[in-house]
């Protein structure tokens, strides 16, 4: 069984505040980690794909760093508004054997809500 | 037209009752997947399957068989369920590779709640 874990759990912040959480995996057999954002009622969506160790991924007020060494990644949200409130799911990809490198595993989530 | 459909939204069946539930997508991905979310826990992944060919099953009891007929389809039969299986069924689907590189990022369809009764 694959530990993936995400810390805080939940997190309050008020708009503007940046803010970051955490994803740690086990740091043997690496292959890739995957950041998504999944908003109530809605499905979950891809972020951020990420394979090479200290890899930094940014896209908009989000950015996610990666230490495959140590078995963490990062994810920032640099001055939050309203609609970042969701749950952030990190995905742990590891490299196995004639695989096609698809199995992930979830971590628990980490659910921001954001406060105008 | 979402990438990733799934029907019904939401099924509420007897423990008696065979039910299924069905995924498409119209992405030309080649792997699909089953996911179920619990009250509480993490996304667990069910079934895989990469080029038609199931893949993976993580120990799922046998009362869930899943069905890919062709790659843009999935399906998820339902026989003699549990209430304790009541949940949010998640299917997905990427773009996987045979030679050595990870998979794209999945993308999700918006899932279908089941209660057992």
Redesign the interface.
């Known amino acids: 069984i694959l530990n993936?874990e995400q810390s805080p759990q939940s997190l309050h912040v008020q708009e503007g505040d940046s803010t970051n959480f955490t994803c740690s995996f086990p740091s043997s057999n690496f292959?890739?980690l995957?950041w998504?954002r999944w908003e109530t009622?809605?499905?979950?969506?891809?972020l951020f794909?990420m394979?090479l160790n200290g890899d930094e991924k940014k896209k908009g007020r989000i950015s996610a760093t990666l230490n495959t060494k140590e078995g963490y990644s990062y994810l920032y949200i640099k001055g939050s508004q309203p609609e970042d409130s969701a749950t952030y799911?990190c995905?742990f990809?590891p490299r196995k054997n004639n695989?096609?490198?698809?199995?992930?595993?979830?971590?628990?989530?980490t659910r921001l809500m954001v406060k105008p | 037209e979402t990438g990733?459909t799934q029907t019904p939204r939401h099924l509420v069946m007897g423990m008696t009752n065979k039910k299924s539930l069905k995924c498409e997508q119209h992405l030309g991905h080649n792997?699909m997947?089953w996911?179920k979310q619990s009250a509480k826990?993490?996304?667990?992944?069910m079934f895989?399957y990469?080029f038609k060919e199931q893949?993976?099953n993580n120990s799922v009891p046998s009362r869930f068989s899943p069905e890919c007929p062709n790659s843009s389809h999935l399906f998820l039969h339902l026989h003699t369920l549990q209430p304790e299986d009541s949940a949010l069924y998640?299917c997905a689907s990427?773009q996987?590779?045979?030679t050595?590189?990870?998979?794209?990022?999945?993308?999700?369809?918006?899932?279908s709640r089941l209660t057992v009764l």
């Open positions: 993936v292959y890739a995957h998504y009622a809605k499905s979950p969506e891809a794909v394979t799911l995905a990809i695989n096609a490198g698809n199995m992930l595993t979830f971590g628990g989530g | 990733v792997a997947y996911y826990k993490p996304l667990e992944l895989v990469n893949t993976e998640l990427s996987v590779w045979r050595s590189e990870p998979t794209g990022e999945l993308f999700f369809g918006e899932g």
